[in-house]
């Protein structure tokens, strides 16, 4: 089982399709403890990827991933444009010049998205943010690839453990983004970023199985 750009742009269209699907929970997740965009930002967003994916195809892993983030940053105001733009900019160093990516380096490319969330954003686990979806994502696809499991379990563990990761969300206190300037009120509602996160590997496991 191997990840191609065509591959690749499946997962990103399956992502879109989620985010459109979900912008009004996105949205109202973001209103309660930011400013109500969270859905339209990333929505916006992803319709401007995949228009320019569809335009022109690009022809490796790390050429989609890099088009990806780099529309992200232009068209996503906001923190979570610059902050999931970093990530499918660190991604696309990880994958090199690879024409597909086996599952190890899927795992280390996402390895690097993480670090560029925290690169770029500070984040650190219980913050409340979508770092708390990814890190324990990224752990356990780690983990089960290390225990020899197929890609697709790996892929599965890391959806249970976003979905996980997400939840646990619910009664931390926000220590950056706008959801910190409520301090103790921000505990009690789930996280945007870290919900749009968990769409994003829900979308992988959905598409990049084989
Ligand atoms: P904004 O807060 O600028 O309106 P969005 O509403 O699109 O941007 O995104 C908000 C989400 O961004 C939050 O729910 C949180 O998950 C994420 N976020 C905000 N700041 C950070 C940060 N410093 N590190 C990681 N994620 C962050
Ligand atoms: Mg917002």
């Known amino acids: ?37 969270h859905g339209s930002n990333l929505d916006r967003g992803m319709k401007a990827v995949l228009a320019t994916l569809e335009k022109e195809q690009p022809a490796t892993p790390a050429a989609v991933l890099k088009r990806t ?25 990880a994958a ?34 979508m770092y708390d979806a990814l890190a324990p994502a990224v752990d356990a696809l780690e983990g089960a690839l290390a225990d020899g499991q197929p890609f697709a379990e790996a892929l599965d563990a890391a959806v249970r453990a976003a979905e996980e990761g997400r939840e646990a969300t619910i009664p931390m206190v926000a220590r950056k983004g706008r959801a910190s300037y409520l301090g103790e009120r921000s505990a009690g509602h789930q996280d945007p970023g870290a919900t749009s996160m968990t769409f994003l590997l829900a979308a992988a496991a959905g598409t990049l199985r084989g």
């Open 1 to 37: 089982m191997s990840v191609d750009a065509a591959a690749l742009t499946a997962w990103l269209t399956e992502f879109a399709r989620l985010v459109e699907t979900h912008r009004e929970l996105l949205t109202d997740l973001d209103s309660a403890i930011g400013d109500a965009d």
């Open 69 to 93: 983030g780099m529309t992200l940053i232009s068209t996503v105001g906001g923190a979570s444009g610059p902050l999931y733009g970093t990530a499918f900019l660190r991604m696309a160093t």
């Open 96 to 129: 090199g010049d690879d024409e597909t990516l086996d599952p190890a380096t899927f795992g280390k490319a996402l390895r690097a998205a993480l670090e560029g969330v925290v690169a770029r954003g500070k984040a650190v686990a219980g913050d409340k943010t």
